[in-house]
């Protein structure tokens, strides 16, 4: 218990000290117009106040990822609280606040556009096909998962065929649709059943006084699954997320001052990792430890553990609450992963998306191919999503780091977190049977060798950057540039 309380501690003061100093190190600039002002079109961008972004930007980048991955993280025991407390200090909520913050300043760009301005025009072409793959497999895992759990909620009464549709429906909305029509409104409801479902099981847990595993080093994972590189890929949004590279965009366009950056992305990072914390708790132990665990997720997976924590701690009627607020995170993440998958595509053929029939035009294919990957086995796509995920954030922390060097700031904050991921990353496609197969030992020195070339030439391509005096910013609005 102590260990958990301790994490959760950690997190809030994180915010308040390291997310004041990345924001010192990447200085705002509260006089200058944001996006959301200056290409205002009544579609993606348009300004909305920081209570609404946060909310979004939340429900936005927090799917089944900070409930599933954490819950199969738990496996690990309590070294898994470990990973989601330093991550999402040092990693992931410096990912997400840079991305949004460079996205602010290049007139709300995604991540391949980005990649193209700071990392070279190849890694544009490299991270837009990056993309839009995560983005498929994060919308079409974000249907299937809400849709097996809302399917057992209700004993069968639905055929899994009709709720996907009904799921597929609500999406196709609110990828077309002008934000503020339906994510800006069905947020906040949406908001409350996520904060009954995390906070509602958290409270439970502290207040019976459930059995909360201490950090230890011992008895980990019960198939000697190593911890690295696996458990850095296993939870991944609570920890770092690439996926969420894909989302702040979708709100730097919607941001009214560079101040509100901060508790947008920077602190809504850490309110996942405080839902990551309370389900990986949750699953190290009402179920008699990593093998009873095990068991379980063997016969029903991650979602039969959500089913049966919450009733557990809150009660059939509570329980049943709790459960629709882990539905509501998939469904508030798939929406926005083809929202996001869109746009990113429409930036990329530089397609305007003014008028529905443009949103249409690139929308369709991608639901079409989305419901034929629904019928790929889960675990397959999981595993996938797993390495596309963090090979994403990699990209994206590297991109924030050539920033901050051509910026002569400091690019160790988001460098660091960088490299041990591209390590993590290669080290797991050289290993893992979807990759090479390579032995551990082998994988480990191939991923290293690969990692230390791949920062060399980081600082080759960074220094020539510098040198060249790469625009930090976007001059097509005709602000003057501040960075």
Same mark, same amino acid.
């Given at each position: 218990?102590?260990? #958990? ?18 924001? !010192? ?25 920081? !209570?609404?972004?946060? @909310? ?67 890694? !544009? ?11 498929? @497999? ?78 230890? #080093? ?11 590189? &696996?458990? #850095?890929?296993? /939870? ?75 009733? &557990? ?17 998939? /469904? ?76 002569? !700031? ?74």
């Amino acid at each position: 218990m102590y260990t #958990f309380l301790a994490g959760i501690a950690l997190l809030i003061i994180g915010y308040f000290t390291y997310g004041k100093f990345v924001e !010192k190190v990447f200085g705002v600039n509260e006089a200058r117009t944001t996006p959301a002002f200056t290409h205002k079109d009544g579609v993606d961008y348009l300004p909305m106040n920081t !209570k609404k972004n946060s @909310l979004i930007q939340l429900l936005n980048i927090a799917g089944v990822g900070p409930i599933f991955g954490p819950i199969m993280g738990a496996l690990y025991g309590p070294v898994a609280f470990l990973w989601i407390v330093l991550g999402a200090i040092f990693a992931g909520a410096v990912h997400d606040y840079l991305t949004g913050m460079i996205s602010i300043r290049n007139r709300g760009a995604h991540l391949p556009e980005l990649a193209g301005k700071f990392l070279g025009k190849f890694m !544009k072409h490299v991270v837009n096909a990056f993309a839009v793959l995560l983005l498929l @497999l994060v919308g079409t895992v974000f249907v299937t998962a809400p849709a097996g759990l809302l399917h057992n909620l209700m004993n069968g009464w639905a055929s899994m065929g009709l709720i996907l549709g009904a799921i597929f429906v609500y999406y196709i909305l609110a990828t077309l649709l002008p934000i503020d029509k339906i994510i800006g409104r069905f947020y906040p409801v949406f908001g409350a059943l996520l904060l009954i479902s995390a906070f509602g099981v958290g409270g439970m847990l502290i207040f019976t006084g459930a059995p909360i595993p201490e950090l230890a #080093f011992t008895n980990l994972h019960p198939d000697n699954a190593p911890i690295f590189p &696996l458990l #850095f890929l296993t /939870i991944s949004c609570g920890a770092l997320s690439g996926f969420h590279a894909t989302q702040t965009p979708i709100i730097s366009r919607t941001t009214e001052n560079e101040k509100n950056g901060r508790k947008i992305f920077y602190g809504m990072m850490i309110a996942e990792g405080i839902i990551a914390m309370i389900w990986a708790a949750a699953a190290m132990s009402l179920f008699g430890g990593s093998v009873g665990l095990n068991e379980l997720l063997a016969n029903g997976g991650p979602a039969a553990i959500v089913s049966e924590a919450s009733t &557990l701690m809150l009660g059939a009627i509570g329980g049943t609450l709790a459960v629709l607020g882990v539905i509501v995170l998939p /469904i508030t993440s798939g929406d926005t992963a083809f929202r996001s998958l869109r746009m990113i595509i429409a930036d990329y053929f530089n397609f305007s998306q003014k008028k529905v029939a443009s949103r249409l035009v690139i929308a369709l294919p991608l639901f079409v191919i989305s419901f034929a990957l629904t019928k790929i086995d889960f675990t397959l796509l999981w595993r996938y999503f797993s390495w596309a995920n963090q090979s994403t954030a990699v990209i994206a922390l590297f991109v924030g780091a050539m920033y901050l060097y051509i910026a002569k !700031k400091n690019y160790w904050i988001p460098l660091l977190p960088g490299v041990f991921m591209l390590m993590a990353t290669t080290t797991y496609i050289l290993n893992a049977p979807i990759g090479f197969g390579m032995a551990l030992s082998s994988s480990y020195i191939g991923a290293a060798t690969i990692s230390v070339i791949l920062v060399a030439i980081f600082f080759i391509a960074a220094k020539k950057a510098r040198a060249n005096e790469i625009p930090l910013e976007d001059d097509i609005s005709g602000w003057k540039k501040t960075a």
